[in-house]
């Protein structure tokens, strides 16, 4: 099965696609969506949609596996995160795609065991699961990694041997 895995955000979005075939995940690719900070919003949301219609057409991923909000004080970044998170979802309904959600808590449990794991503990447990040299970079991409990972773990796929 073919996960595409997405870490919302408007100046940067993650996207991470991993095939897990016989309890063995495998990294295809990772990357982010750049926008210009200038840009006008509507132009931004019009690139994300843009660039990850192309990314799902050429991967043919089966299912998208999204990171939901969490934000406790910033209201002005979660508007426009939530902006892109809409166009994150309408992308993967045109295509076709089941969606599935998963709170930052559900993806640190999944990848590491522990719901208080912080970033560098997240991307090490993707860099070992995924048998990778390096911690995927940007940091976007591993988190998108780690939402295709989580979904992988949630419905009965092993994530990869930790030995």
């Given at each position: 099965m073919r996960i595409l895995g997405i870490d919302p955000g408007t100046g940067i979005l993650g996207f991470g696609i991993i095939d897990v075939q016989r309890g063995k995940s495998m990294l295809v690719d990772g990357g982010v969506i750049r926008t210009p900070v200038h840009e006008d919003d509507a132009v931004r949301l019009q690139t994300i949609y843009d660039e990850l219609t192309d990314i799902i057409a050429s991967s043919g991923p089966a299912v998208m596996s999204v990171e939901k909000l969490f934000f406790a004080r910033n209201v002005t970044t979660a508007i426009t995160v939530a902006q892109a998170r809409g166009v994150v979802l309408l992308c993967g309904?045109?295509?076709?795609?089941t969606i599935y959600e998963y709170t930052p808590l559900q993806i640190?449990?999944?990848?590491?065991?522990?719901?208080?794991?912080?970033?560098?503990?997240?991307?090490?447990?993707?860099r070992i699961i995924l048998g990778l040299e390096t911690v995927p970079k940007p940091d976007d991409a591993a988190d998108a990694i780690a939402a295709a990972l989580t979904h992988a773990q949630t419905n009965g796929g092993s994530v990869g041997s930790l030995t």
């Open positions: 309904k045109q295509a076709g795609l640190k449990q999944a990848i590491t065991g522990y719901g208080k794991a912080d970033k560098k503990q997240i991307q090490e447990m993707v």
